[in-house]
């Protein structure tokens, strides 16, 4: 990572202190975003649809990962003015459905405003980690610290503030980083559209796009369900508890960057995330009033360090290959939101356990434990954050820029230049790379069998082979 840190960003010049400061602010607009939805939002849907906010968050990782498939296969699809227009637009209609929803108490409006709204934040999200991945990673680890260092702050204030101001600021939110953040990521998006799509070049270099299945989404998605089960686990009215606590590691890793102006310790922090979260899971399995406040405070704590390590990991891997940032930025953070659902949903049982069976308290919640440790010493044996990030190859402009095709129509052209090939003889070698045989030529020019043997001893002479076979290698080389 410490490499990557001196690398150029997307068109060449680099990152300006401005854009650092806008792409931060935008990522700590999204953080208070989702405090504001988790404390002020989300309670006044419960009278009305509880489950509205689990088909909401559902709504933003479908989005995310269909965002993600599409930049993968199809990448000409998502244009960027038509990608930031329909953020911009979801949010605005699905601000006005959900006010109507509340204020009419209708259960389908409401839901469907939630949903509409959570498919903007993840329109958002990826604009904004497109943003941060053309900034210099210091920059990014100072911005992804100082936004989650903020987080108990918003939290605080979000359950402070009146209802009304809280939705207002949970819709307003989304809105305003999409703003900050729409320049840069159209810079990203545009470097990416219409060239060819990542799922095609990952056949000849793999080594250079994540797969939808990679240790890294695992992790995401792993980590995210223990984030989510801290959400719910012992909730006060449908509020999430906060500790001061909980903002500690973010500071710590925001004056050690700032002060020691050493990389960001990805790795290291992932490990010290996973201690934090065990003992998060080990107090909440007890089931006591006494621990739940502390196993709360763990498993928060715990979760934004990984996050923010995970930000930083996929904001680097955006940053080494921007032909594949999209799919990169969308795919992981649309696991995060799905796994979120998922502990949200383990959270609220173990809710409605304790009190009433202590046995099967200590069972879900000594079931998480060993899935999470058990994925930390065996899953994760072999894998790190540098690793992940340092083995991505980026791949050359001239490379993306062209299909398969065209490439090879190319390499045609300059080997027919450099060996001296008459116009004839170029036609000739070209169908000869293509793998077409003597049959096919002869059709193909419409001339005579004798003639396409003189061609190709010709080609052959000049280019000082023997074989078909060769020849094919010499294109390939």
């Avoid at 009305?48 to 990782?61: G, K, L, P």
């Avoid at 405003?113 to 999200?125: D, H, K, P, Y």
């Avoid at 056949?203 to 939808?212: M, Y």
């Amino acid at each position: 990572m410490a490499n990557d840190e001196k690398r150029r960003t997307a068109d060449g010049d680099g990152a300006g202190m401005n854009e650092a400061v806008l792409a931060a602010a935008a990522l700590a607009l999204l953080v208070a975003s989702t405090s504001f939805m988790n404390t002020a939002v989300f309670p006044l849907f419960d009278p009305i649809f509880t489950h509205a906010r689990d088909f909401s968050v559902s709504a933003t990782a479908l989005a995310l990962m269909a965002l993600g498939f599409v930049a993968y296969r199809a990448p000409r699809l998502l244009t960027p003015a038509s990608f930031i227009a329909g953020t911009f637009a979801f949010l605005a209609a699905g601000a006005g459905v959900m006010l109507a929803g509340l204020i009419f108490s209708h259960p389908a409006t409401l839901t469907l405003g939630a949903c509409l709204v959570g498919v903007g934040r993840a329109g958002a999200t990826v604009l904004t980690g497109l943003a941060l991945a053309r900034l210099r990673l210091r920059f990014v680890a100072l911005g992804i610290s100082a936004a989650y260092g903020l987080q108990l702050a918003t939290g605080v204030l979000a359950g402070a503030v009146p209802a009304a101001v809280g939705v207002g600021a949970f819709l307003l939110c989304p809105v305003a980083a999409a703003a900050l953040t729409e320049r840069p990521a159209r810079i990203v998006l545009e470097h990416s559209h219409g060239r060819e799509a990542p799922h095609d070049l990952a056949v000849t270099r793999p080594s250079s796009f994540l797969s939808p299945f990679s240790t890294l989404f695992v992790c995401l998605l792993l980590f995210h369900v223990a984030f989510g089960f801290a959400l719910r686990f012992d909730e006060v009215g449908g509020v999430p508890r906060a500790s001061a606590l909980e903002a500690l590691p973010a500071l710590a890793v925001g004056a050690w960057v700032l002060l020691t102006r050493r990389p960001f310790p990805a790795d290291l922090l992932a490990q010290v995330s996973a201690l934090i979260v065990i003992a998060g899971f080990f107090l909440a399995s007890d089931g006591s009033a006494s621990f739940t406040r502390g196993a709360v405070t763990l498993l928060s704590a715990g979760n934004s360090l990984f996050d923010m390590t995970a930000w930083m990991a996929l904001v680097a891997i955006a940053e080494r290959n921007p032909l594949g940032a999209a799919t990169t930025i969308a795919w992981g953070r649309g696991l995060s939101s799905l796994g979120s659902v998922l502990g949200a949903a383990a959270g609220t049982g173990v809710n409605h356990a304790i009190g009433a069976d202590g046995h099967l308290v200590f069972l879900v919640v000594g079931t998480l434990m060993l899935v999470f440790a058990a994925y930390a010493l065996i899953g994760l044996k072999r894998f790190t954050f540098t690793g992940a990030i340092e083995g991505i190859q980026p791949v050359g402009e001239r490379d993306a820029a062209t299909s398969p095709a065209e490439r090879l129509e190319t390499r045609c052209g300059e080997l027919a230049a450099e060996f001296g090939l008459t116009p004839r003889e170029a036609e000739v070698f070209a169908m000869l790379a293509r793998g077409r045989n003597r049959e096919y030529i002869e059709e193909a020019l419409v001339v005579s069998r004798n003639t396409v043997k003189a061609h190709v001893k010709h080609i052959y002479a000049k280019l000082g082979i023997h074989s078909h076979q060769e020849l094919i290698d010499l294109v390939e080389a």
